[in-house]
């Protein structure tokens, strides 16, 4: 068995392309490797700015002969047949061997020298390399044929055991040499093998290792800071980077003017990070101080003196920049930045950044005002929206989109604005994704919901939806921020009706514009008719409180509204089930829930699902749902045969049935009438006051009388008159069931 040594030598790889480039050399040497029947084990690959390197170790000196069968034509096939076949095969005819009257053509194929199958691979993986970027150089890059990489490739080296692997690819021939450091050790390195491939890399100042080089970056960056009683903001993404973009990394300790820190902290870490890749760190009283560490390629002669002078400079440069927008966008309230959100447009059919904003502080007064988030200010909820974006037009998140919210929570807060009303600026994207800060503060929680009830309710009503993997405008993202907020903070609401009134608001919005002289009109007319309030049916609205002149076009935005939010319920059904999976909560029993309808409230509806959960978790639960199928299946065959006075609906009102209603009725029939009698009353009136687990009790009391029902009586009995009464019991008993949970959805 012998080791394999590849190094693919290049310009500068970027450093976010580094990982990706291990992986796809990998993936392509492995598939190379498989073709060719060999089997390969662990891979190093180790990667640099300047080398993507691979060592397999293991590998047979040849590979084993096979010997292949295929079953060709039967021999009394017409002759086009057996010639296609011998073309196939490449075989003659003599050479077939004639079974029961079936050609088999049996090929035997001899075990090739490994190093012939690399020297085949090489170029084939240099050529099928897949970066996100890469282009041509050279004379021959005229040709759309020629070879490319991310940077321009200048050295292969290619070693099976100690022989060199020959191969050439774009004019660079396989070899033993390689080289060092660009400046430590520019000369060529004699590569004997694998084995000492990375000490004598080492002996030249590179290290290889990118998870070596990574851990001299973390620990190195931190014992800088240590060392001048300061501590790192750990940053794990820019660790990487720094080894990314190293052979021989060196952090460096420096120092920046203390004046710079009368800017945001998180402008002055963004301007470091982003610009310049540098750490930044807090002082003993855990706040920023004015340090940075960055991260050398060289083994400076003073100590990297020069180098953090250098890099002090260009830093002050870069922090002026950010204290200067920091001091011009304050020379202007957020209300008159927001000013320039009317010139922005937001989507074509939705209008501008402006119009979202005053739908948005419309949503976030009114759901202040209902009381749906408790404790909040409805003037300070419709002051945070009104500026909540007027940061996006600020200097500051122009250089640093990152930032948006985050300054204009700054600003806010320099401009003496309540504090809850700033902060309510900073936090209203959250929560971002999964795993983020949910806002718990009051007008936060009426912004951040009200912005991600606009999206989404906007998107919707102009067909904008996500479809397969595409979600352009982040509608998932925001029904689980939705679905965070709501249940994060126990906000008991009809989620079914805050869409209608955000879906309302739009279509209402895009319906005045066509017909100004009625733009007022047609909003109010749908606000009134209870788009904005649950206390109201919007239908007894649209039937007798339309205005005059206008009832068409009210009439279409309120039918738009409602059809639309319809379709919001069941993707939040689909999204909450994506969010409770990491919770354990089964898909099918939320399913269970909303399929009875009408439950649009999150944390009566999760309640719900969880008191359910833990009842089939039961033996009890895992009968019952054997016994609701059982009786599911026979109504559904009986159809028709159930007397209509007695049959009932599974969703709809239970039959009414007493023991008088049939004298025949057996004491089986009867214990099974009685625990209804008991159970439906139990079950709904806990389901109404929302004693989930009590619902549950009151189903489980109905477990023993069904069991009994279908192991003591034969339901469809010869008599007409029996068959009729046990249909009956057992629709009451499903609808029942029915009160609680859809348990035709649920699996098992």
């Avoid at 993507?52 to 096979?66: N, S």
């Avoid at 008088?660 to 029939?669: C, E, I, L």
């Amino acid at each position: 068995m012998t080791d394999f040594l590849l190094e693919l030598r290049s310009e500068e790889i970027p450093a976010r392309m580094q990982a990706g480039a291990r992986a796809e050399l990998e993936k392509l040497f492995r598939a190379q490797m498989a073709a060719a029947g060999i089997d390969v084990g662990d891979l190093t690959i180790w990667s640099t700015p300047r080398r993507l390197a691979l060592i397999a170790k293991g590998l047979p000196q040849a590979t084993a002969a096979v010997s292949e069968e295929i079953k060709g034509p039967r021999s009394s096939a017409p002759p086009q047949a057996l010639e296609g076949f011998l073309r196939k095969t490449g075989l003659t005819q003599d050479q077939l061997e004639d079974r029961d009257g079936v050609y088999f053509a049996v090929i035997d194929k001899p075990g090739r020298a490994t190093a012939e199958v690399l020297a085949e691979a090489i170029p084939a993986i240099v050529r099928g390399f897949t970066w996100p970027k890469s282009m041509r150089w050279g004379k021959e890059s005229a040709s759309s044929e020629s070879l490319r990489w991310v940077r321009p490739l200048s050295g292969i080296v290619a070693i099976f055991g100690d022989e060199l692997v020959p191969c050439e690819i774009g004019g660079i021939a396989s070899g033993f040499v390689t080289r060092g450091h660009r400046f430590h050790c520019p000369g060529e390195i004699t590569i004997g093998s694998a084995a000492d491939y990375a000490e004598k890399l080492r002996a030249c100042h590179v290290i290889v290792d990118h998870e070596e080089r990574q851990a001299i970056v973390r620990d190195g960056a931190a014992k800088a800071a240590a060392d001048a009683g300061l501590s790192l903001v750990e940053d794990e993404g820019l660790v990487i980077e720094n080894a990314g973009l190293t052979e021989w990394p060196v952090p460096l300790l420096g120092r920046f003017d203390e004046a710079f820190l009368e800017v945001p902290p998180e402008v002055i870490q963004l301007t470091a990070r982003v610009n310049q890749k540098y750490f930044v760190v807090n002082g003993k009283d855990g706040k920023l101080a004015n340090g940075f560490v960055c991260t050398a390629n060289i083994d400076a002669k003073d100590g990297g003196a020069e180098i953090v002078a250098g890099n002090r400079k260009v830093l002050a440069a870069r922090l002026s920049d950010a204290r200067f927008f920091w001091e011009q966008d304050q020379k202007k309230t957020l209300a008159q930045h927001a000013e320039k959100l009317a010139n922005i447009t937001f989507h074509e059919k939705l209008g501008t950044v402006a119009d979202k904003v005053e739908r948005v502080a419309k949503l976030a007064e009114w759901l202040a005002s209902e009381g749906i988030v408790p404790n909040c200010d409805p003037a300070f909820a419709r002051q945070a929206a009104e500026l909540a974006k007027a940061d996006l037009v600020t200097e500051m998140v122009g250089e640093f989109p990152e930032l948006q919210g985050l300054m204009g929570g700054y600003y806010a807060r320099a401009e003496g604005l309540p504090d809850s009303v700033a902060d309510a600026i900073r936090d209203h994207y959250k929560p971002v994704g999964q795993g983020d800060d949910v806002p718990t503060a009051p007008v936060t929680v009426a912004v951040a919901l009200a912005d991600k009830l606009d999206s989404f309710g906007g998107f919707f009503a102009i067909d904008e939806r996500p479809t397969g993997s595409k979600d352009p405008f982040a509608l998932r993202r925001s029904v689980i921020g939705i679905a965070s907020i709501v249940l994060a903070n126990g906000l008991r609401f009809s989620l079914q009706d805050a869409m209608k009134w955000s879906v309302g608001r739009v279509v209402a919005g895009r319906i005045g514009k066509e017909h100004a002289q009625h733009a007022n009109a047609i909003e109010g007319a749908l606000v009134a008719a209870g788009l904005a309030s649950s206390g109201q049916p919007i239908e007894d609205y649209k039937e007798t409180h339309l205005l005059p002149n206008i009832d068409a076009l009210a009439a279409e935005a309120f039918d738009r509204a409602v059809t639309v939010s319809g379709e919001m319920m069941n993707f939040v059904a689909d999204r909450l089930k994506v969010q409770q999976r990491e919770a354990g909560v089964r898909h099918d029993l939320i399913d269970a829930v909303f399929a009875l309808g009408g439950e649009d409230d999150l944390v009566r509806l999760l309640a719900r699902v969880k008191a359910l959960q833990a009842f089939m978790a039961t033996e009890d639960g895992a009968n019952l749902l054997a016994g609701y199928k059982r009786a599911a299946n026979i109504l559904k065959q009986a159809e028709k045969d159930v007397v209509p006075a007695q049959a009932g609906t599974a969703g709809g009102t239970a039959p009414t049935i007493t023991a008088s209603a049939f004298a025949g009725a057996t004491d089986v029939d009867k214990a099974l009438l009685a625990a209804l009698d008991a159970a439906e009353p139990a079950a709904s009136a806990a389901v109404a006051d929302e004693r989930f687990t009590d619902a549950m009790a009151a189903l489980a009391s109905l477990r023993a009388p069904i069991d009994a029902f279908f192991d003591g009586v034969m339901v469809n009995d010869p008599d007409e008159a029996v068959r009729a009464y046990r249909l009956g019991l057992l629709s009451r008993f499903t609808g029942a069931v029915h009160g609680v949970a859809d348990f035709s959805t649920i699996e098992g």
